[in-house]
């Protein structure tokens, strides 16, 4: 305990810098005359930028692995006690406590990927906001691959499969969960190929336009380099793991295919948490908030089929509201 305290009083001052830091990215993002000075400003440096694009591409992938190594945030704690049984309330008030501090970290092991800052502030916020309960949902597998039947959230906060029923249809969330985890365990999973696969669902979590339209191009160019850097970084770590040339791209595959279980379980739980949201259950704040709020606006910009009687607008209707009670 000594230990992660340590860790966690040296980390406030950063803490509270990547807060800040987001938000101010974040409201430059929904101003369109400050995302066309951000394009101006990126073309006044485009060699620059070019020139930092050359020395990305030129590390190797042993070194690529090395700076996600060296990314990874610090263990995390709730730093609250909570009183077993859980409660409904309890369950969800610890949960988001701890996605609130693990997305201040997040913010800061994004900024830490090679290439990752020289992406414009549009898409760096893009990409983080469409990809962070991914992120934290494979980060919780991570941890609780050695621990069959228990969901390892933090070192002071493990939780049961049981005990997610005391929260109406968190039960499905984690058995999906550790379904995940389980395949996790089989695959053996090392842990560079795991950095390598969360920083593949950070870059590869945007299924929607980047940028602005003059940017489009130049941003996906700059994209598609990080994901062939991870991708390579990823095929040398199994190539160096002595298993028979073979046997490589299947197991390539077989790491690849976890992602789309990890995106299914980080559906429901959106659907879960803004569900829980819209009823009270727990109040949300702070950068979870915002990244909760910015998804359903997402959702409601959508664009839907004229042939469907529904939308995802209507869907999300009720939950938007919600976004200017809390």
């Not at 810098?17 to 400050?34: A, K, N, T």
């Not at 950070?202 to 598609?224: G, Q």
């Not at 002595?242 to 595959?253: V, W, Y």
Request: net charge neutral.
């Amino acid at each position: 305990m000594d230990e992660y305290q340590i860790t966690h009083d040296h980390a406030q001052e950063g803490t509270r810098r990547e807060r800040c830091g987001y938000r101010i990215i974040r409201h430059r993002r929904h101003s369109e005359d400050q995302l066309h000075c951000i394009a101006k400003s990126k073309k006044s440096i485009e060699t620059g930028s070019r020139v930092k694009d050359i020395a990305t591409s030129t590390l190797s992938p042993e070194q690529f692995v090395l700076t996600l190594v060296e990314a990874e945030p610090p263990n995390i704690l709730l730093m609250n006690s909570t009183a077993k049984p859980f409660t409904e309330a309890s369950m969800m008030m610890s949960l988001t406590k701890l996605a609130d501090k693990e997305l201040v970290h997040m913010i800061g092991w994004a900024k830490k990927i090679p290439g990752f800052v020289e992406l414009s502030l549009y898409d760096q916020v893009r990409l983080l906001e469409s990809c962070w309960l991914e992120v934290l949902m494979v980060g919780l597998m991570w941890r609780s691959i050695d621990h069959p039947g228990q969901l390892i959230f933090a070192p002071d906060l493990v939780v049961s499969r049981d005990e997610g029923k005391c929260v109406e249809g968190l039960h499905e969330i984690f058995d999906m969960l550790l379904a995940a985890t389980s395949r996790l365990r089989e695959l053996k999973l090392q842990q560079k190929e795991f950095l390598c696969l969360k920083a593949l669902i950070l870059l590869n979590s945007n299924m929607f336009p980047v940028a602005t339209s003059s940017e489009e191009p130049e941003s996906n160019r700059k994209i598609h380099q990080l994901l062939n850097a991870i991708t390579d970084a990823l095929v040398w770590i199994i190539a160096k793991s002595g298993i028979p040339f073979r046997q490589q791209s299947t197991r390539l595959a077989n790491l690849l295919m976890l992602l789309s279980h990890v995106r299914h379980a980080s559906n429901k739980g959106m659907e879960h948490l803004l569900s829980m949201k819209c009823k009270n259950v727990v109040p949300v704040y702070d950068l979870l908030l915002e990244m909760l709020n910015a998804h359903t606006l997402r959702e409601n910009k959508k664009p839907t089929n004229t042939g469907s009687s529904s939308s995802p607008s209507k869907e999300y209707e009720k939950r938007d509201s919600c976004v200017t009670t809390q």
